[in-house]
C-alpha cells in the first residue's frame, strides 16, 4: 500500500518561513515524480512545484522564487521550503506521486498578516 504523509504545517507570520515534510511508505519517492498542490476552500487546487525523477523542478507562477522543492532519498521524503511566506500562501498543503495517483492527508499552513 502506498502511503504519502505529509508533517511541518502551522502557523506564522507574513516574511516568515516552514518547511514542509512528505514521507513515502510503500514508494521510492526518487523513482517518482513528486509534487506539491495546495487548497483554499472555495479554489481549485493549484500547483504548487514539482520535481522529477531525473530532480527537473517546476514551480508555480505564484510561488517561484519564494519555495523550494527538494527530496532526501535516503529518508525517503520531499521537502518543500517556503520561505517570504504570504498571507495568500494560507491554504492546505498536499504531497502527491501523481502518476500513481496517490495523495496525502495534507497539512495546514496559515500566514497571518
Known amino acids: 500500500q502506498v502511503t504519502l504523509v505529509e508533517s511541518g504545517g502551522g502557523l506564522v507570520q507574513a516574511g516568515g518561513s516552514l518547511r514542509l515534510s512528505c514521507r513515502g511508505s510503500?514508494?521510492?519517492?526518487?523513482?517518482?515524480?513528486m509534487s506539491w498542490y495546495r487548497q483554499t476552500p472555495g479554489k481549485l487546487h493549484e500547483f504548487v512545484a514539482t520535481?522529477?525523477?531525473?530532480?527537473?523542478?517546476a514551480y508555480g507562477d505564484s510561488v517561484k522564487g519564494r519555495f523550494t522543492i527538494s527530496r532526501d532519498n535516503a529518508e525517503n521524503t520531499v521537502y518543500l521550503q517556503m520561505n517570504s511566506l504570504k498571507p495568500d500562501d494560507t491554504s492546505v498543503y498536499y504531497c502527491?506521486?501523481?502518476?500513481?495517483?496517490?495523495w496525502g492527508q495534507g497539512t495546514q499552513v496559515t500566514v497571518s498578516s
Open positions: 510503500g514508494i521510492i519517492l526518487s523513482l517518482n515524480t
Open positions: 502527491a506521486a501523481p502518476e500513481l495517483q496517490t
Open positions: 520535481i522529477t525523477n531525473g530532480d527537473g523542478t
